[in-house]
């Protein structure tokens, strides 16, 4: 049984493992929004940044990217997606059908955010999220890096985020 993940933020620009195949595809269910506090990656304890997670809400819709792992690799792909993205247990690890653009559907791995996390953000104003990512640095580079790539990967799979897109320019305006 081949092995898909579902990449909706970091995983589009960077997923840490090689894909053989890759397509634009859809879940229901979750909205893609920065809803977690990012303490080693984009940001510290001592300040946090926010990164993308998806939230699981009844009318909820996200497009993304299905990547088939290339066969033979999917222990290593594994390991290095769960030290990713389990390191602080925000996530939660979870199966999920995935509608690919050619139609079919698939069961894929995708990483959703626990509600019950202290991680969690509900709710942030876009004006407050923009703050937090302008000045935030984490082991893995600036908040903003991670914002601007995700948002440039999201415009070439032809996806309209308007808040994204705010986002965007309210960083670079509070960048410094």
């Not at 009318?59 to 390191?87: Q, W």
Request: aromatic fraction near 8%; charged fraction near 20%; charge should be neutral.
């Amino acid at each position: 049984m081949a092995l898909w993940v579902f990449g909706y933020g970091s995983l589009l620009w960077d997923p840490c493992f090689q894909a053989d195949r890759q397509q634009r595809a859809t879940i229901t269910g979750y909205a893609r929004s920065f809803c977690m506090s990012s303490i080693h990656h984009r940001g510290t304890e001592a300040q946090p940044g926010l990164v993308l997670a998806l939230d699981e809400t009844s009318h909820g819709r996200c497009d993304g990217i299905a990547m088939r792992v290339c066969k033979g690799t999917e222990n290593t792909a594994l390991s290095n997606l769960r030290a990713r993205e389990l390191v602080s247990s925000a996530y939660l690890e979870k199966d999920v059908e995935v509608m690919l653009a050619d139609g079919k559907t698939i069961s894929a791995l995708v990483y959703v955010i626990d509600k019950q996390h202290r991680q969690y953000m509900a709710n942030i104003t876009l004006e407050r999220q923009a703050q937090i990512i302008a000045s935030a640095v984490g082991g893995r580079g600036r908040n903003s890096e991670y914002l601007f790539k995700t948002a440039s990967h999201l415009k070439n799979l032809g996806v309209d985020d308007p808040s994204m897109d705010w986002l965007v320019q309210r960083v670079r305006e509070l960048s410094p």
